[in-house]
Nanobody
Framework: QVQLVESGGGLVQPGGSLRLTCVASGLRFSFYYMNWYRQAPEKEPELVARISITGKTIEYTDSVKGRFTVSRDDAKRTMYLQMNSLKPEDTAVYYC?????WGPGTQVTVSS
């Protein structure tokens, strides 16, 4: 049974930082591109970051470039999203995914 579990969300002030973690089980983690998506209230899901199998190819949506960093540790079956200089518009539920597999999400709220 495949499971993806996100953690690390919370409430943070503008300009603050959070580090999200996604731990995978039940799949050959090192064989998958891994993605971070987010969905804000009443908005469509948005691909935030994607990291390739080797970790050498990384993509970010324009709004997070220079602020967010995605990484992976295949030995730990874990993907990370370091989020710095957070803005209120980053408020959303953040999900990790691998092809058709999704985690339940973790809420990130940026507010003073």
């Amino acid at each position: 049974q495949v499971q993806l579990v996100e953690s690390g969300g919370g409430l943070v002030q503008p300009g603050g930082s959070l580090r999200l973690t996604c731990v995978a089980s039940g799949l050959r983690f090192s064989f998958y591109y891994m993605n971070w998506y987010r969905q804000a209230p009443e908005k469509e899901p948005e691909l935030v970051a994607r990291i390739s199998i080797t970790g050498k190819t990384i993509e970010y949506t324009d709004s997070v470039k220079g602020r967010f960093t995605v990484s992976r540790d295949d030995a730990k079956r874990t993907m990370y999203l370091q989020m710095n200089s957070l803005k209120p518009e980053d408020t959303a539920v953040y999900y990790c995914s691998a092809e058709d597999f999704w985690g339940p999400g973790t809420q990130v709220t940026v507010s003073s």
